[in-house]
């Protein structure tokens, strides 16, 4: 793998260090990447790594920090910093003489490779000249108005390929992070944020399955579920057709209806929360401790905005990041609580 990069950037510094500014823009080539590509399960393996592609990262990264309080007995330190980053796929085949043809079909079609795979409903892939991990899954069937075509009886329909939702991979990175010290106890707290990116979540589609989802409450009062106004029937007639409820939504699983748990991924946090109290002060200086401080240290502490229901968005089930952004039913994001003692000699 090879890397080509250009940073420019600028730091500055104001009032004795009380307010700070750095900001940074990079762009960056990569070729020749380890990429793992898959291949006929015939073989007897699922995908094999090569060395192939390039890519284009481009973003600015920002850090502003400031001390708005300072004095004798308090202090309120604060720092905000914000990234945007994009990585598009240049080239998918980099074995040839350099002829950017080979990576477009006969059709002018960009080239593209299936990277990651496993909640059934969707997969991973890398398109030259799209953002890297684009999440490609089958939409709802619609007519060129955008509404929904359904069977004659109500239920609804697939369209004919797997379509791209958005790129799994965030554009939007930062966090802000609050520091109060007052006569020895300290309080710290860092919000953190990820935006611009999409997900399937696999436990959504089961909750669907089974009927827990609060998306299928709608119907059920009903032995047959009136689809009359929505959407249109197959041949664009007004939709009439009668179904029930749990066949409606039972359908939307079995064909692999994935644009029904696509979801923005993003999402802000209270990622960690720091309470502690310096004792140095009231050591003896005779002492061998010449320092201590005891602190309690919470991390995931609390959610505070999401786009999708039932689960963290940060909930993953596989172990590998080649299938980023597909959820399946992974093990719940854990909430932790411990206690820090530093003593110094």
Known sequence: MRVAETEIGMEMKFLNNRIGFDIAYYNKITSDQIVAAQISTGSGYFDQLINSG????????????????RSANFSWDISFNAAYNETKLLRLLTDDDGTPERDYDKNGQPA??????????????QVVGQALGQIYTFPLLRNAQGQLI????????????????GSALPKWFGGI?????????????LIDYRLGNKMISGTNRNAIRHGLHQMTLVGRDSPNYLM????????????????NAQQYYETMVANNLGEVVVYNGGFVKLRQVSLGYDFTRLLPKTMFIKGLR??????NVLVLKKWIDNIDPEQFGFSSDNVVGLEATGVPITRSVGFNLNAKF
């Open 228 to 243: 009359t106004g929505v959407g249109v029937g197959p041949n664009g007639e007004a939709n009439t057709g009668k179904v």
């Open 177 to 189: 992070t609050n520091t109060f010290n007052y006569k020895g106890l300290n309080l710290t707290f």
């Open 112 to 125: 593209q490779i299936v990277t990651g795979g496993g909640v059934f409903i969707g997969e991973v892939r």
């Open 150 to 165: 359904h069977t004659a009886s109500g239920l609804p329909q697939r369209g004919p390929q797997q379509v791209s939702f």
């Open 294 to 299: 005891l602190s309690a240290v919470s991390n």
């Open 54 to 69: 390039q890519s284009q990262s481009r973003g600015i990264e920002l850090l502003l920090t400031g001390s708005p309080v």
